[in-house]
């Protein structure tokens, strides 16, 4: 009986001296640790899912032929091949992201708080990212609290009509949606400007400026080539995607075509721009 009453109390001893370890017990986080026995609160931190801009020039007679980008080019559209033009400025916005597969579909976790322009505070999903052609950074699409396998990528070009709106100067600092020096994402009297293309009509001038503005908001759908697209627990994850400039406007007379009809051609075709 002393025996038993030794280890009964040696026992009760080394539990009394042992503290359990809190940390993050989600697979999902970045952060998970697996020496931890009892969860934190509000410690874990989830990867995130960015946007690699794949700015190209792909000729309509030429689809497996691929040149990059570039605002010092000139460029031309068939049936006005002898028409060349040049891109000046080119800024658009997309936005909710939804990747499906198999067995589930995902979309980033984080939420927006905006001001209308009424002052009322509304909520929103959070993965607005401002693509400027020819940049290559990395852009943030949102956090990711799922993982797997996806084979078809929707998204929407734009912004919705909601938030066009919006009371700009409350925008959070660094967001995409915020006031740019520029002024290239928002004019007096507008709003939002969710895609806007500053080109010159002719390449050899450079004196004939046109603007064209694009309101309505464009849904895409892509499907992956052959591979799925993979996004491991807990590791960040890039998704690259590639815009043919090109086909924004092809069959445009872009020399002598009115703006309007510039600018309703190039919605009708923006879907024809992206691949996966």
Known sequence: MKVVAFFLALL????????????CLDLQATNFDLSADRPCADCCQYPSLFLSP?????????????????????YAVAPHE??????????????????????????????????DAQGERRQSKDDFVLVEAGSSSNLLIGTLREYGSFDSLIF???????????????????????????????????GYIPLRLAMYRDADQLSDSIVLRIFEPVRVSLSA???????????????????????????????????????TRLHNQLPDAFSW
């Open 156 to 190: 929407w070009v734009g912004l919705p009509p909601e938030i066009q709106t919006a009371d700009i100067s409350r925008m959070p600092e660094g967001h995409p949606l915020q006031f740019r020096s520029d002024s290239l994402n928002w004019e007096e009297g507008l």
């Open 54 to 74: 794949q700015h190209r020039i792909i000729p309509a007679d030429q689809p497996d032929t691929s040149f990059v980008f570039s605002y010092d080019s000139a």
């Open 12 to 23: 009760f001893s080394l539990s009394a001296c042992y503290e359990r370890r809190e940390g």
């Open 82 to 115: 002898q028409d060349s033009f040049r891109f000046q400025s080119l800024f658009f916005y997309l936005y909710d992201f939804e990747l499906k597969g198999p067995q589930a579909n995902l979309e980033v976790s984080d939420e927006l708080s905006w001001y």
């Open 225 to 263: 080539n052959n591979t799925p697209f993979e996004l491991m627990p807990g590791s960040d994850a890039v998704l690259k995607l590639q815009f043919n400039y090109l086909a924004w406007l092809q069959g445009a007379d872009v020399r002598h075509d009115q703006i309007e009809a510039l600018e």
